[in-house]
């Protein structure tokens, strides 16, 4: 893969998953009454913009190399859902040539669905398409399991597709990586 892809994705992935620690409350106002309007949120839950300053530490490590103490997150069901709903709010200086969410939503309490648009036409895609996946479901599914949409056991199911309706994953368990023998 060309470094300056997967640098890119890596890149991308840092910055939309720290979206968690952002402070703006514009979005979260927009937001509000769609997120309390779920049966299963309560509208005294705290937001995203009231976690406490250890837990947004750590998921501000979110796609850095530092190592995440995940013990120390907990998020609230509103906090997690404003989570996957900011996924597809953020922008990045180089959005046009990298990988981006363009949609992502949590239709029911198990399931979680976002799509993801790709420029790159060349034979890359499928490849950096696949890890910017594995990247987001794995993120994304512990911070789940870190949430009190949780009951411990059970995983949500995470959907990935293109901006062609195209299913790049559909999982219920984290992806593991297949070795290849040479």
Known sequence: MNKLKLLAVLGLCSFVLAACNSEETNNNDLNTNKIVSSESIAPEEPGLDELDQSVADEIAKIGSEEA?????????????????????????????????????????????????????TSGMRELTNGFFSIMIDSFSRQLYLNSDYSDG????????????????????DFIEMEETKE
């Open 68 to 120: 995440i103490n995940w013990e120390k997150i907990n998020l609230n069901k509103r906090q997690f859902k404003e989570y996957i709903d900011s996924l597809d709010e953020q922008e990045t200086e180089t959005s046009e040539e990298s990988i981006s969410i363009i949609s992502s939503s949590m239709p029911d309490n198990n399931k979680i669905e976002i799509i993801i648009k790709n420029p790159d």
């Open 153 to 172: 056991s059970t995983h949500p199911t995470i959907l990935i597709k293109d901006d062609a309706e195209n299913i790049i994953s559909e999982e219920t």
